[in-house]
């Protein structure tokens, strides 16, 4: 498709010799193009064009100048799958072909998202395009029932419904927006898939918003543990940049965002009930092993690159404690290296009673820094399913 070009002043004297062509009398009543290709030319003639496997295509002219009506059952490469349509195209614009209107309503069924390494699942779309050929609407829906990322091989049920605008002279696609629901979470995101000059594959950007998000969700998305560690609500909001290339998703994918997690409770019976001790001692209390459960807090900003997510100004806090960290977490084998602060309002003599308190006592403005009772920097090392807390001493003097 040649580019659009400015119209040049119409002169009220043709040129010597030029003439009006006229229209061809052949009609064709039907086409039966069955094992079909359609290249689509780029405006660069040093690169390939877009190339499209038609296994079944029928064209039934309406008259000169007058749409076409099509059935065409195409292969899309990636994700693996095929696309039924239906519609009408035309009529066909000489001067500008990238003018000519198109029109129809599309399925697209069993595609099979491990085509793209990284994801698994099978996708079916459907939905209705309008338009210009470099610039058409399309609005639809997709249906992935057992969709799942590599790193993690949990399938959850994920559903979108999109607003694109697609160039189909180039393939460039604008999202705006979309929204999906992965299991109970829900989420909005922006932007688009775009050629980049010298690639054969496309970068993805998109910025997604989540104010209706269930932590247990995203956690059963990307770790491989069969349950989440933790529940809890969370609000989010991330730039989302996949560049082009042939490797895994999660080793592509970058982010950068924050976000924030409420009423956050832990899975297992025995680190929920340290967070209860926790939040007992930082408050002075002399029973920290008191029973029910606390609601934690979080919030912080995040990076991803090269599968390594970086954290920083991670807070987690319950009532009398709160827990500062800094550090990485790899998403493949889930190793972790945080290093951070645990402040408690109450001193580190009131953590305890009796001799143990009183023994204590001199060390109180040993620990009381930067505004808290008690101030213990940490590090959290290990993995995500078998995490090491220790006592950095080294910042402690």
């Known amino acids: 498709m040649p580019p659009v070009e400015p119209r040049r002043p119409s002169s009220s004297h043709p040129a010597q010799g030029k003439k009006d062509s006229d229209p061809s009398q052949v009609l064709v009543d039907e086409i039966v193009a069955d094992g079909a290709k359609l290249d689509m030319l780029v405006k660069d003639p ?53 003018l000519t209107p198109l029109h129809g309503v599309y399925t697209f069924s069993h595609a099979d998202l491990s085509t793209i390494r990284g994801l698994r699942g099978i996708l079916s779309s459907t939905g209705q395009f309008n338009g210009p050929l470099d610039r058409i609407d399309v609005q639809g829906e997709t249906t992935t029932p057992d969709f799942s990322l590599g790193i993690s091989g949990h399938p959850v049920p994920l559903e979108t419904k999109f607003h694109a605008i697609v160039d189909g002279t180039t393939g460039n696609t604008t999202l705006d927006p979309v929204h999906a629901k992965l299991l109970h979470s829900e989420f909005v995101a922006r932007g688009g898939v775009y050629r980049v000059p010298g690639q054969s594959y496309r970068r993805v950007l998109l910025d997604a918003v ?12 990307a770790l491989k543990a069969d349950k989440p560690p933790m529940t809890g609500d969370v609000s989010f909001r991330s730039h989302i940049d996949i560049p082009p290339g042939t490797g895994a998703i999660a080793e592509r994918l970058k982010l950068d965002g924050e976000f924030h997690i409420s009423s956050a409770q832990f899975s297992q019976l025995d680190i929920q009930s340290k967070v209860a001790a926790l939040s007992h001692r930082g408050s002075g209390q002399s029973d920290p092993e008191g029973s029910g459960s606390v609601a934690s807090d979080f919030g ?48 580190l003599s009131q953590l305890t009673t009796g001799w143990k308190s009183a023994l204590l006592k001199p060390f109180d403005l040993l620990f009381e820094k930067q505004g808290a009772g008690t101030f213990v920097p940490i590090t959290i090392t290990g993995t995500g399913s078998d995490p090491h807390f220790g006592l950095d001493f080294r910042r402690v003097f």
């Open 300 to 347: 912080g900003k995040f990076v991803l690159e090269g599968g390594l997510m970086t954290f920083s100004n991670l807070i987690f806090g319950v009532p009398g404690a709160s827990v500062h960290l800094d550090g990485t977490y790899a998403l493949v084998d889930q190793e972790i290296d945080f290093r951070g602060s645990l402040r408690l309002q109450a001193t």
């Open 210 to 221: 989540s104010d209706h998000a269930q932590l247990e969700d995203l956690l059963r998305l």
């Open 46 to 98: 040093n690169k390939p064009p877009h190339v499209f496997d038609i296994s079944r295509l029928r064209l039934q002219p309406a008259g000169l100048g007058q749409p076409m009506a099509y059935e065409a059952t195409l292969t899309n490469p990636v994700p693996a799958g095929e696309i039924d349509s239906h519609g009408e195209f035309g009529p066909w614009q000489t001067d500008e072909p990238r």
